[in-house]
């Protein structure tokens, strides 16, 4: 058999090198464009809309985003599972084939996915092809067979990570080279493998492999269920699967991820946190943010932004930027679906964040219509029959709601309604949470806009995770809308800088430009492009003016002006790919105590002095205080000025790390030692970990102390 097939590969041949999309399946609908209710979002993307069909972007940590930021990839849940790509520079949707686990290289535009040909072979042998298509050229190669479960690839491109599931015996560790038709290597040593295992670094040469722990799970660890939530082993591996290191817990960490340049190891299920990638274990786990997140996700390939859910896996969607150390709320998801009161199963409705190349967008997925669905919240104690909520806009004058404050959700009725209360409650409807909490501050959807609307179920059949756990053929829960998928706009793109270099103007790229297609160039505020200016583009300048330029991603969001730059007469701008050397977004300043500026060696020799790192659009972003001569103080600042992490040094070395809001209130620190360990973290007024050389020895929440003893821990209640 080739390594190449034939009608997939002839339609993305037509589609991308011809320039018009042929599409195999019709498209899903081009994206619709809203502001969310809540939250700091700009706008919000619905890329597909159909309650009918699960649309999903991969697992949390698993990039749905293209290197290049112009595509996402997803699975369409149809009859069979559909491996799509969604290219937003032409709103198009295609489907690419019949498969799943669609995967992108770490910096190419190449699509991995697994595709079952039954006819092949068994389930676990031949008949799973593991497919590469290079979108750039529409070329599809099969590179392997038997890997039914595909991670990413390595640092460099040149092996596709995955997961055998032999019939017999444990799963097993493996890594194809990109080539076509290459047999799967197994990876040497016990990896301890299993679903969300194998996390490969994607910019340095390093796997970390998950030992669950689960018991349940034959392949793990003995003696590890004792550790707090099933907190989890890691071990440390090179690209040849040696070098295994002892198993290094993270307290109550679950869900993980690398950041986008590689730089931590994070951890989710509760602050931001991360262990530095080059440091020998056992090493400190630093608090990233003064915010938390469960399903923790790199936000751009920088390292600067991260992102991430709470609420168990359903929102809100949140990022972080760590220049500053703030994170703050994007929008609210709503994503949930509401299940019998003995069971609940997040996995359909984790909203999945993703963060794009340059950090300026989200993808993540939503069970609930986001654009036209109400949804409100629970402003006072709730007593009798009657909810107060801020509004009651956009709901029915009677009809039922969604709480989703109990284990697998409460469906509850209401009567009437007023402009700021919902009453005459019937509670617990269809066997769902009974009598669950409704809080202060909790949100109700309406269960109308959460379920499939009858017309639309004739000749449908609910899905098997539905089936499973309802059951109930006839109870309405059975119909819950499957999730879309939509993106969140965080930010602009990054703003280029126009400068003089000798007889010509260059177009310096901005900061992130990962996503960047093109720039548009304006004349005293009049654009003078009909298409962006390509990187690597020359251009005539048509005269005297004042100049400015955008840069434009392949999606069409474009960024604030660059600085002005004044032109005499006509002059050639060239649009450069990338920084040049002897150029730098930011500059040092140095003060005196008493404001004045000074030099580095004045400073030095100052018994006070202040040195600012100064970004050239965001102005002052990092403030020291020398004293005298040796950093004291460091404040990390927000876009507003305000200081978020704060760090205190002694004779140099750092002691403690803080992180306050930007309404002034401390929200974290850490202690270090002499050797530079942190010995002590606190998070709140609740939760603190203790650690001896950053092995954890104890940690303690409002109520319950754990208590390391040999290599088991021990759980006490607080008295």
């Known amino acids: 058999m080739n390594a190449t097939t034939s009608h997939p590969r002839c339609l993305w041949a037509i589609a991308l090198l011809v320039g018009c999309w042929t599409l195999s399946s019709p498209v899903l609908g081009a994206r619709e464009r809203f502001v969310a209710r809540e939250g700091a979002a700009i706008e919000v993307w619905r890329i597909t809309n159909d309650p009918t069909v699960r649309d999903h972007a991969n697992y949390h940590n698993t990039q749905c985003w293209s290197p290049d930021g112009r595509y996402l990839c997803f699975t369409h849940d149809a009859a069979s599972d559909e491996v799509h790509l969604y290219d937003l520079q032409r709103d198009r949707d295609v489907r690419v084939d019949l498969g799943g686990n669609p995967r992108w290289a770490n910096r190419r535009n190449w699509l991995f996915y697994t ?17 590469w298509l290079d979108v750039a050229t529409g070329k599809q190669t099969r590179i392997g067979y038997g890997v039914r479960q595909l991670k990413e690839t390595d640092c460099g491109d040149r092996w596709l990570y995955g997961i055998q599931s032999p019939e017999e015996g444990k799963p097993r560790g493996v890594r194809i080279p990109i080539r076509a038709d290459s047999d799967a290597e197994i990876l040497p040593g016990d990896w301890g493998v299993g679903y969300n295992s194998l996390n490969i670094n994607p910019l340095h040469p390093l796997i970390v492999s998950r030992d669950h722990g689960y018991p349940q799970y034959y392949y793990a660890t003995p003696d590890t269920r004792d550790i707090p939530f099933v907190a989890r082993h890691f071990f440390d591996h090179d690209l040849a699967g040696g070098s295994q290191t002892k198993p290094f817990p993270i307290m109550e960490g679950s869900h993980f991820s690398w950041s986008g340049d590689g730089s931590y190891f994070m951890a989710g299920n509760g602050p931001m946190r991360g262990r530095k990638w080059d440091e020998p274990l056992p090493s400190n786990i630093h608090f990233l943010a003064n915010t938390g997140a469960g399903d923790i996700c790199p936000c751009g390939f920088s390292g600067r932004w991260i992102c991430g859910s709470t609420g168990g896996g359903r929102g809100p969607l949140r990022v972080a930027d760590l220049r500053s150390g703030e994170g703050w709320v994007v929008t609210r998801t709503y994503s949930f679906l509401c299940f019998p009161s003995d069971r609940d199963l997040s996995g359909p409705y984790d909203i999945d964040a993703k963060g794009s190349p340059d950090g300026t967008k989200i993808a993540f ?7 036209d669905g109400p949804a409100t919240v629970i402003t006072a104690e709730v007593t009798g029959d009657r909810i107060p909520v801020q509004s009651t806009e956009g709901f029915p004058e009677s009809g039922r709601l969604v709480n989703t404050s109990g284990f697998g959700g409460e469906v509850l009725a209401y009567a009437r309604k007023t402009p700021t209360s919902f009453e005459g409650l019937t509670r617990a409807l269809y066997g769902t949470a009974r009598e669950a909490a409704l809080r202060v501050g909790g949100t109700l959807t309406s269960f109308e806009a959460a379920v499939i609307p009858k017309e639309q179920r004739e000749g449908l059949t609910p899905p098997s995770y539905m089936r499973n756990i309802v059951k109930d053929i006839d109870s309405p829960l059975m119909w819950q809308r499957a999730s879309d998928l939509y993106v969140a706009v965080v930010r602009l793109p990054d703003p280029p800088h126009m400068r003089r270099a000798g007889a010509r103007i260059e177009l310096i790229p901005g900061e992130n430009h990962w996503e960047t297609y093109g720039y548009h160039i304006y004349r005293d505020g009049i654009r003078i492009t009909d298409t962006p200016a390509r990187p690597g583009a020359t251009m005539e300048l048509p005269g005297e003016g004042k100049y400015t330029a955008r840069a434009v991603e392949w999606s069409g969001l474009e960024s604030r002006d660059s600085l002005p730059l004044t032109v005499k007469g006509a002059v050639q701008l060239h649009v450069l790919s990338d920084k040049p050397a002897d150029f730098e977004w930011t500059h040092d300043r140095y003060l005196s105590s008493d404001g004045k500026e000074i030099t580095e060696q004045a400073a030095k020799g100052a018994p006070q002095a202040t040195r600012e790192i100064v970004h050239l ?57 002499a050797d530079g360990y942190i010995t002590e973290s606190l998070w709140g007024e609740t939760r603190r970990w203790h650690y001896r050389r950053a092995v954890p020895i104890r940690y303690e929440t409002d109520s319950t102390v754990y208590v390391k003893q040999g290599e088991r821990w021990v759980a006490k209640t607080k008295e």
Request: no cysteine; hydrophobic share 25%; glycine share 10%.
């Open 115 to 131: 595709r079952r040909r039954p006819e092949d072979g068994p389930r676990h042998g031949k008949g799973t092809h593991v497919m």
């Open 365 to 371: 997925i939503s069970t609930y219509d986001l654009k």
């Open 617 to 673: 659009h965001d102005g002052v972003i990092h403030r020291e205080r020398w004293q005298p001569g040796q950093i004291v103080r460091r404040h990390d600042l927000n876009l507003e000025g305000k200081a978020i992490r704060r760090l205190f040094y002694e004779d140099g070395r750092l002691t403690r790390r803080e992180y306050w809001d930007r309404e002034g209130n401390q929200v974290s620190s850490e202690l270090f030692d």
